[in-house]
């Protein structure tokens, strides 16, 4: 994904969405977030909260 090549992945289909519900068969699935693999409960729910997360960064110090 980082290098932009899943459109070439067999299988694979991307959509642009603010929210999205996930259903699979059975009550629990393996789920993979940020490479960290765990089990879940069905269904799943995603959503995007905008400015949700706050990034602090260093102030640039002007050029002499």
């Known amino acids: ?6 459109n070439q992945a067999k299988d694979f289909d991307s959509f642009c969405v603010s929210e999205a519900t996930i259903e699979a068969r059975g009550p629990r699935q393996l789920v993979s ?5 765990s ?8 959503r995007i909260r905008p400015r949700a997360s706050r ?9 002499d």
Do not use: K
């Open 1 to 6: 994904a980082l290098l932009g090549r899943l």
């Open 33 to 37: 977030t940020d490479g960290e693999v």
């Open 39 to 46: 089990s879940r409960q069905i269904p799943l729910h995603y």
């Open 55 to 63: 990034v602090l960064v260093p102030e640039i110090e002007p050029a």
